[in-house]
């Protein structure tokens, strides 16, 4: 079995791995990165979104031998001292309610952000059309949205 | 209602959520997240098959994959092979078809389960399922509903010898008494409206793992339900395990809107087999096994009838319905149609009423609760036929609705159907969602582009709702023939060092009980909401509860927590006036502190209580040690929250698409314990009930293929898809509970979706449309529109 390398949330993470080991059961299994969960079997849901090399990516479209030598932040490598400010924004906002998208709307969003600082609406409920929530009708998603590129402006974090 | 009105230090208040630091740091526990060392991975063999014989099984096959141990079909599951019961069997003369875990010898939907393999690992016990050998002849199938019913059908239970399951007729004012109605009417508008199936597609896949290294020879579930002491008591039923061997616990839980109201086969497959074996069993669906074998919503054919005199009175209602069952009978699936009997009158004054529903048998997943449960599918079909009568009669649609509904000063008002509908104002609520939406501005906007010819028309839906929520009394539920009751519970106690505990037989699964639980006792004891920790979803620490589903959770169990709290204070003032030296009555209490009267300087804190509760050094003589009270309180009634909800969509008539422009809706849910909850519950709904309308719509082939199982084929709406909403209250306590609360979980789901259909239709009339069918997708709406005589 080939051997991987990922470093998941800055800890180097090696291990065999079945070379069809989706990268979001790596996570999981071998990384023990239970905050990245699964919601569908057709890259739809976006549930288990997290950033490679900075870019988000639907971990379950993704081999784990495919990330060998790369870097993976989940939502549990999101925080420093404190909150990232997306974070704090779905909190502050209600953008969630059962939780289970949040860790992929999270990270999801912290890429649309770091790509537009500023979006509107219309950009927002576009670049987050790849994951999908059942709770909130997204109504509070977009406010928490809005509310992280203000914190995220504000250079307070 | 006092004690909480005496110090509104946090309800009312949008406190934010205390369940959102692990969920938005990845530290959550859902069922899939849990390991036990030794355990074994189970994966499924489903029907490929709407309909088919099983001719042979061999499962031996599976056994030579590496990594697996066991592999399973109904003959080597032998007596372990339980049935699924209905706890609702709402004729004495409804057919029950047994429900194996297994399908014995004849599969009967695409996703019925044959067979089980336990591996080492999820991938192996999934690779493993190739090896097991099935052959199939294939039966015909039946999917269309009246087709079923006919003579000479497929028989999806052919033991049975029919398709039907039951029909259940109620007429309050007798036989006889709509057609009277009828016959002084002077118009009579009929329709038949289709109420289409839909999935679930709660985020969180469902997952059950079952371990027997409990201690004193327990055996753990921990299942993603909504339901985990009725499931407890259900699977004791369907395994023998007896309930005090049984916990069941129900960790965080990603969404359910019904579809983990349930006493799923995968739940009992992996508790007999983790008890059979000795070793723990663990299974997570995928979502192509969620679309298929959880639970669906809905899937109705509605014939509706309403006759009015010429003026707009409502003189009678008649309703036929067929309720589609799937291929077996879940939990409480032939009750579903029942829960909307009572609401089809809506919020109407109307003389004679008359109900007929036909439950049927088809080769399709079963069906059951999804948000709303009965109540969005009658909440359509009223909603839909005021429009078409107000088109009848050449009236606004609004104006019929005023001249007909229950003026608030009529409430307690007892229905057509005969529930007791306790408070409501639908004048405020109206007044205030028309000034929100600006009804008169779009009419003159929708007026100029219906003579200019544009080819984006603009329509108008109007939706007046209300729901029963609160399920429900004990009594209610028994003469509907319902096995279980409807209270709630509640257990609060003080520990030593002055934190509190509240115990609760609810069972969150995205609601927020964790926030809006501790605020109502917070309130009450004096202690800060974030003192208070809020125990529930196990039955080893949370004993008694009947659960979360159907808006009951705060108009019930919110009770059960209020009336536990004020006995905790009463329990609390006996031992401070002991320690102060007073009588109780001479005790005043606010803040969390009991004052003399008259002398404030003495005081006791109920932490100090709760100590001197813990060492019981100093306490009265009748008094028992410990510092904790519990209620279990049975509802006196339902309640009814209302809304007007209005949508306003411009609809492109060359294409067929649509495109919500507004969206308004002014909500009385009663007293709300936190509003930015209340808020995010609405949102939710009317996403799904717009889904509903415009998207999503589960569709079998003639063979019962489901042609829309994954969430490629199946269109949840995502942000792109959904505008923001315009959502408002009013607030009308509701006179049934002392909270003054009503329910707001499915409040959304049922209002939006005749909101958004009347608008399309609404938008349509002048081209000679009266109906578009649901999901409204550009096609379907391009083709109603060709079908009129096309776009002018």
């Given at each position: 079995m080939p051997e991987v390398r990922i470093t998941v949330d800055g800890d180097l993470v090696t291990d065999e791995v079945e070379a069809r080991l989706l990268l979001v059961h790596f996570l999981r299994s071998n990384a023990n990165k239970l905050g990245t969960v699964v919601g569908c079997d057709t890259s739809s849901c976006g549930a288990c979104t997290v950033l490679l090399n900075g870019r988000s990516v639907k971990s379950c479209s993704i081999l784990a031998v495919q990330a060998d030598g790369n870097s993976v932040t989940t939502i549990q490598g999101l925080a420093g001292e404190e909150w990232h400010p997306v974070q704090e924004a779905f909190k502050e906002c209600h953008g969630l309610q059962c939780g289970y998208c949040t860790p992929g709307m999270v990270m999801s969003t912290v890429d649309l952000l770091s790509e537009n600082p500023n979006p509107t609406e219309e950009e927002i409920r576009d670049g987050l059309h790849g994951n999908l929530c059942r709770c909130t009708g997204y109504h509070n998603i977009v406010k928490s949205v809005q509310h992280a590129a203000e914190l995220m402006k504000g250079g307070s974090k | 209602m006092t004690a909480v009105a005496d110090n509104p230090a946090a309800v009312g208040r949008p406190i934010r959520r205390k369940e959102d630091t692990r969920l938005?740091?990845?530290?959550?526990?859902?069922?899939?997240?849990?390991?036990?060392?030794?355990?074994?991975?189970?994966?499924?063999?489903?029907?490929?098959?709407?309909?088919?014989?099983?001719?042979?099984?061999?499962?031996?096959?599976?056994?030579?994959?590496?990594?697996?141990?066991?592999?399973?079909?109904?003959?080597?599951?032998?007596?372990?092979?339980?049935?699924?019961?209905?706890?609702?069997?709402?004729?004495?003369?409804?057919?029950?078809?047994?429900?194996?875990?297994?399908?014995?010898?004849?599969?009967?939907?695409?996703?019925?389960?044959?067979?089980?393999?336990?591996?080492?690992?999820?991938?192996?016990?999934?690779?493993?399922?190739?090896?097991?050998?099935?052959?199939?002849?294939?039966?015909?199938?039946?999917?269309?509903?009246?087709?079923?019913?006919?003579?000479?059908?497929?028989?999806?239970?052919?033991?049975?010898?029919?398709?039907?399951?039951?029909?259940?007729?109620?007429?309050?004012?007798?036989?006889?008494?709509?057609?009277?109605?009828?016959?002084?009417?002077?118009?009579?508008?009929?329709?038949?409206?289709?109420?289409?199936?839909?999935?679930?597609?709660?985020?969180?896949?469902?997952?059950?793992?079952?371990?027997?290294?409990?201690?004193?020879?327990?055996?753990?579930?921990?299942?993603?339900?909504?339901?985990?002491?009725?499931?407890?008591?259900?699977?004791?039923?369907?395994?023998?395990?007896?309930?005090?061997?049984?916990?069941?616990?129900?960790?965080?839980?990603?969404?359910?809107?019904?579809?983990?109201?349930?006493?799923?086969?995968?739940?009992?497959?992996?508790?007999?087999?983790?008890?059979?074996?000795?070793?723990?069993?663990?299974?997570?669906?995928?979502?192509?096994?969620?679309?298929?074998?959880?639970?669906?919503?809905?899937?109705?054919?509605?014939d509706i009838e309403i006759a009015a005199t010429k003026d707009g009175k409502l003189l009678g209602l008649k309703v036929e319905l067929i309720a589609n069952m799937g291929a077996y009978l879940q939990i409480i699936t032939p009750g579903i149609p029942l829960l909307g009997m009572f609401m089809y009158p809506g919020i109407y004054k109307i003389d004679s009423y008359d109900f007929t529903c036909h439950g049927v048998f088809t080769n399709t997943t079963p069906t059951d609760a999804y948000r709303g449960a009965g109540r969005p599918e009658s909440t359509y079909a009223i909603e839909r036929i005021m429009d078409e009568l107000a088109d009848e009669l050449g009236m606004d649609p609004m104006e019929l609705r005023k001249k007909n509904w229950i003026k608030h000063e009529q409430f307690p008002f007892t229905t057509v159907a005969g529930l007791t509908y306790d408070s409501g104002n639908y004048e405020a609520a109206t007044d205030k969602a028309m000034g929100l939406f600006g009804y008169e501005a779009l009419r003159k906007e929708q007026e100029e582009r219906r003579k200019s010819g544009n080819p984006v028309q603009l329509g108008i839906g109007i939706s007046t709702f209300t729901e029963m929520c609160g399920l429900a009394p004990s009594r209610t539920l028994g003469a509907l023939k319902y096995v279980a009751g409807g209270w709630e519970h509640c257990t609060i106690r003080v520990l030593p060092t002055g934190k509190v505990e509240l115990v609760t037989g609810t069972s969150p699964h995205g609601q927020g009980h964790e926030t809006a639980w501790s605020q109502i006792a917070s309130d009450i004891i004096g202690v800060p909401v974030e003192d208070i920790e809020v125990i529930h979803g196990d039955t080893r620490t949370s004993p008694y509860g009947m659960d979360t589903y159907g808006s009951r959770s705060l108009a019930v169990g919110g009770q059960a927590i209020m009336r536990a709290s004020e006995k905790l204070v009463e329990r609390a003032r006996v031992i401070a006036a002991h320690q102060l030296e007073v009588s109780a009555s001479d005790l005043e209490y606010s803040g969390g502190v009991f004052r003399v009267k008259g002398d404030p300087s003495k005081e006791q804190s109920i932490q100090g209580v709760a100590f001197e509760a813990f060492t019981a050094h100093n306490l009265p003589d009748d008094v028992e040690p410990t510092l904790q009270a519990e209620s279990t309180v049975d509802p006196q009634d339902f309640s009814y929250p209302h809304g007007t909800h209005l949508c306003a969509i411009e609809v492109d008539t060359q294409t067929g698409k649509s495109k919500i422009r507004s969206y308004v809706c002014v909500d009385d849910i009663g007293v709300q314990i936190n509003p930015m909850i209340v808020e995010g519950q609405v949102h939710g709904g009317l996403a799904q009930g717009i889904a509903q309308a415009m998207y999503e719509g589960a569709v079998y082939d003639s063979d019962g293929q489901l042609l829309t199982a994954s969430f490629v084929d199946y269109l949840i709406p995502s942000a792109a898809d959904l505008p923001s909403f315009t959502t408002d209250s009013t607030i009308t306590p509701s006179t049934s509970n002392p909270l003054g609360v009503k329910g707001v979980g499915e409040a959304g789901a049922i209002a939006s979706t005749p909101a958004v259909i009347n608008a399309i239709v609404d938008a349509l009339r002048p081209l000679g449309v009266n109906d578009v069918p649901m999901p409204a997708s550009p096609m379907a709406v391009w083709r109603t529109i060709q079908a009129a005589g096309g776009a002018k």
């Open positions: - | 938005l740091t990845g530290r959550t526990q859902w069922t899939d997240n849990i390991e036990i060392p030794g355990m074994f991975h189970m994966a499924i063999l489903r029907s490929p098959m709407g309909h088919a014989k099983i001719k042979s099984l061999d499962v031996s096959g599976a056994l030579k994959y590496p990594g697996v141990h066991h592999a399973y079909g109904a003959e080597e599951l032998g007596a372990l092979n339980g049935s699924i019961p209905c706890v609702w069997a709402v004729t004495d003369d409804m057919v029950a078809p047994d429900f194996p875990v297994l399908a014995k010898g004849e599969v009967r939907h695409v996703g019925d389960c044959v067979a089980v393999v336990l591996a080492d690992s999820a991938y192996e016990a999934a690779d493993a399922l190739e090896g097991i050998v099935v052959e199939y002849e294939p039966l015909p199938a039946v999917i269309n509903m009246e087709d079923a019913l006919k003579p000479g059908s497929p028989l999806v239970h052919s033991d049975k010898g029919t398709n039907k399951c039951y029909t259940y007729v109620m007429q309050p004012q007798g036989d006889g008494a709509y057609a009277a109605s009828a016959a002084q009417a002077d118009v009579v508008v009929k329709r038949r409206f289709i109420n289409q199936r839909l999935i679930p597609s709660f985020m969180e896949p469902r997952a059950a793992l079952a371990s027997p290294m409990g201690i004193s020879d327990e055996l753990t579930l921990w299942t993603s339900t909504q339901i985990p002491h009725v499931l407890r008591v259900l699977l004791t039923l369907v395994t023998g395990i007896p309930e005090n061997k049984l916990r069941v616990i129900a960790p965080d839980v990603g969404g359910g809107f019904g579809g983990k109201l349930q006493c799923y086969r995968e739940e009992v497959l992996v508790t007999a087999l983790a008890n059979k074996l000795g070793r723990p069993v663990k299974w997570t669906e995928t979502r192509s096994e969620d679309m298929v074998a959880t639970h669906h919503g809905r899937d109705q054919i509605q």
